[in-house]
């Protein structure tokens, strides 16, 4: 009779597939927690020699689920670095694209420049090795390959801009505008394109009104009544341009930072981009507030820097706590008492929990 013996490693492998199978339908049916305890057996199981695709897989679910779940966390981004290139291309393009995402919102701009160069250079190697034949039969991917240019483009324009480099940034947003001519095959892939198309026009008006040109205001007040996805980053740069060049809304943009501002729906929002559309949302509670204290409407403005403080504490952002921190000890005499002790509050709860790396309570002092 001859004898099947099983190598360790063959052994080793049998547990792994298991386990990962019944991990892998636990988190398709969104049971994160308990597929989170079993991708990271399957990791504690591996041996650091032979590195499995289903180890490879679980730190890619991890940091997913990490990424959705607790914004910020820096820990599991680089323990998913060193895999990222291992990934098969549907997952390799999620993992780079959340990767920039996530130091995008911590203002993290040298890692976001490095990130979305390397997602956009493997787009292109993928787009060009299908031979033109793409967007006939699509990869499984997460989003279309033009969602994947779209928001690296616009993550890229908002790094340079950053540092001032307005040009590169400029030179972002333009090449936004050829998406719908590049991705036409599909009516899908066409949709998404000239979305990110009309987002690349917004935020080139608000980049050219942070930059003095003030006659572009009209322009974008137009394009933010027709198109109501503008309003964030539309408001956003019109609010940076009046407290740079000191000037005043008229009244049919004030009314519409009024009502927008009151609606409040930064911490309602849900979905795969909630995350990035919070930050989004701070910084424009953010400016709100720099306009509001400045023109002396002391309870509308601390009433926007709490939403501020509230979603960069959520989000892990110190670089933007601490600008709105300073903001606060600037006004703090103008700021409402009981807005003034939820402030005070909500950092101290959150210091507890994540200590956070500067002295705010001597700076309020």
């Known amino acids: 009779m001859t004898n099947h013996r099983v190598s360790p490693g063959q052994e080793r492998s049998v547990p792994h597939k298991e386990l990962f199978e019944k991990a892998e339908s636990l988190f398709a049916c969104g049971m994160w927690q308990p597929a989170t305890e079993l991708y990271e057996k399957i990791i504690s199981m591996s041996d650091d020699r032979a590195v ?4 490879i897989m679980s730190y890619f679910r991890i940091f997913y689920m990490t990424c959705e779940t607790q914004p910020g966390n820096t820990g599991e981004m680089l323990r998913f670095i060193p895999f990222r290139h291992r990934l098969r291309d549907e997952y390799g393009l999620e ?32 787009f060009k090795k299908q031979n ?36 590169e940034a400029r030179e972002c947003l333009e090449r936004c505008f050829a998406l719908p001519q590049i991705h036409d095959a599909l009516p899908d892939d066409k949709l998404e394109a000239e979305r990110f198309s009309l987002l690349a026009k917004g935020r080139l008006l608000g980049l050219e009104l942070k930059n003095g040109q003030l006659d572009r205001l009209p322009q974008l007040v137009d394009l933010m009544n027709e198109y109501p996805v503008l309003r964030v980053d539309g408001l956003t740069a019109s609010l940076v341009a009046a407290n740079k060049y000191e000037f005043s ?3 049919c943009l004030k009314d519409m930072l009024y009502r927008f501002a009151d609606s409040s729906p930064a911490f309602m929002l849900s979905g795969e981009n909630q995350i990035r559309d919070r930050d989004r949302y701070s910084r424009m509670y953010y400016q709100c507030a720099v306009y509001w204290l400045n023109g002396g409407e002391c309870t509308q403005g601390a009433t926007q820097l709490l939403r501020s403080i509230k979603l960069n504490l959520y989000l892990k952002n110190q670089h933007q706590l601490l600008a709105c921190l300073i903001l606060y000890e600037k006004h703090i005499h103008h700021i409402p008492d009981n807005i003034s002790a939820d402030i005070m509050k909500c950092c101290e709860e959150r ?15």
Do not use: C, H
């Open 249 to 251: 809304f008229d009244p």
């Open 52 to 55: 499995t695709d289903e180890v």
């Open 95 to 126: 993992g780079l694209y959340l990767l920039a995402r996530n130091y995008a919102v911590l203002d993290r701009w040298d890692e976001v420049r490095q990130y979305v160069a390397e997602m956009l250079t493997r787009a292109e190697s993928l």
């Open 351 to 365: 210091s507890k929990e994540v200590k956070i790396r500067f002295p705010w309570k001597q700076m309020l002092l």
């Open 132 to 167: 033109g034949n793409w967007f006939r039969r699509r990869l499984p991917f997460r989003r279309s390959i033009a969602n994947y240019y779209g928001q690296g483009l616009l993550m890229m324009s908002e790094a340079y801009e950053s540092e001032e480099a307005y040009a």
